[in-house]
Every structure is written in C-alpha cells, then in structure tokens.
T-cell receptor
Framework: DQQVKQNSPSLSVQEGRISILNCDYT??????FLWYKKYPAEGPTFLIS?????DKNEDGRFTVFLNKSAKHLSLHIVPSQPGDSAVYFC??????????????FGKGTKLSVIP | GAGVSQSPRYKVAKRGQDVALRCDPI?????LFWYQQALGQGPEFLTY????????KSGLPSDRFFAERPEGSVSTLKIQRTQQEDSAVYLC?????????????FGQGTRLTVV
C-alpha cells in the first residue's frame, strides 16, 4: 500500500508559467514533508521542506503548501525555468520506532519546462 | 570529499553472484541510510546506521542483503546470490544529525543489473 502518492507521472509547463506538483499521503504519523529534485544519473537533491505544524513554506521561486485535513501537499514553482526540468519526488518523514526517521517517497513527477 | 560518493556507478552481475556496493559518506556525518530505487519507482528505505551501529534494518528485503559500517564511516551493502528482482539503483545518503530531513545528502547511486 503506497503511503505517499504522486498521481501525475509527468507535467509540461511553458517557461515563465507556474508549475504545480501534487502529492497525497495516507499516514497521519508523518511529521515532516520534503521535496527532492533529481536529474538523470544523479542522486536526489533536497529542494524544500515543511513541518506538519505549518501550512506554507516559501524559498525563492519554490513554495510548498500543506493541507493536513486533506492529507495533501503541493509544490509551486514560479516562474518556471528550463533548468527546473527534472523528476520531483515528494517524501514524508516519520519515526520508525527503531531508532531512525525514515523517508517514504512517492514515485515522482517528471517536470518538463518548455522554453 | 565534498559529497557522498558511491562505487561502482554501474554493476552487472550474473544471477547467483555476490556483489558489494560501497558508500563514502560526507566526513563527520553520523547517520547513513541505504535506499533501493526500482525502475519507475521512488526510493525505498533499506537500512539505517548511526555511527557504526545498525539501528534499523527493517527495509532489507531478504536475508541475502547485508550492510555494515564497521568504523562509523564507509559503509558496504552486500547482496548475496543476486536475483533479477534485485536490479535497481542503490542510493546512499548521509546526514550530520539523526533526523533525516533537510540535512540529508544523497550519493549518485549504484545501478545494479542482474542478468
């Protein structure tokens, strides 16, 4: 059973427009949510995060929104740039009960920003 | 080095062969995580080390998988008698602190193909 879901495998956006990537989760024990960006042949790179006690976090062109009642979060990129083209993973953190916090990842959304 | 280093980058193994994958974390990082990423999927947790102690191995798929970090720095993930379903990218991440959120850095991964 997938606890973190990214239902859109891909998204195409025109340069300068807004990109909105969505993520849903099922486990109410998640206390931290993160977005990672991944280029081909590279490891995931941390982008932005949000604590479960907040509903918005902004960092430059990137904003993450969290709706706990709907168990939904989204990443907004404004304005989108060609260099933003990558696979974006939504991840959620919870204490594993075995001494660590584990990250549970979604399957990713491939964003293509068209010049 | 400046980042997390994994070797080899690519490994082709015949079914039944044993393999060893190496991770050099960022110097001084206490926490080390191994993740497995199958094609088209998000990374899935395998195991966690805090210094040399393996505190969580709940994600290891079978007893053919074994990980160690004897001196609290370099870690090795060993897979015995490889099967085709072991084909995946194996990612290592390290973190200065115990909690894996913004402080975690991923390596480029080792792509294992079992033929």
């Amino acid at each position: 059973d997938q606890q973190v879901k990214q239902n859109s495998p891909s998204l195409s956006v025109q340069e300068g427009r807004i990109s909105i990537l969505n993520c849903d989760y099922t486990n109410s024990m998640f206390d931290y949510f993160l977005w990672y960006k991944k280029y081909p042949a590279e490891g995931p790179t941390f982008l932005i995060s949000i604590s479960s006690i907040k509903d918005k976090n902004e960092d430059g062109r990137f904003t993450v929104f969290l709706n706990k009642s709907a168990k939904h979060l989204s990443l907004h990129i404004v304005p989108s740039q060609p260099g933003d083209s990558a696979v974006y993973f939504c991840a959620a953190s919870a204490y594993s009960g075995a001494g660590s916090y584990q990250l549970t990842f979604g399957k990713g959304t491939k964003l293509s920003v068209i010049p | 080095g400046a980042g997390v280093s994994q070797s080899p980058r690519y490994k082709v193994a015949k079914r039944g062969q044993d393999v060893a994958l190496r991770c050099d974390p960022i110097s001084g990082h206490v926490s080390l995580f191994w993740y497995q990423q199958a094609l088209g999927q998000g990374p899935e947790f395998l195991t966690y080390f805090q210094n040399e102690a393996q505190l969580d191995k709940s994600g290891l798929p079978s007893d053919r998988f074994f990980a160690e970090r004897p001196e609290g720095s370099v870690s090795t993930l060993k897979i015995q008698r490889t099967q085709q379903e072991d084909s995946a990218v194996y990612l290592c991440a390290s973190s200065l602190v115990r909690v894996m959120n913004t402080e975690a850095f991923f390596g480029q991964g080792t792509r294992l193909t079992v033929v």
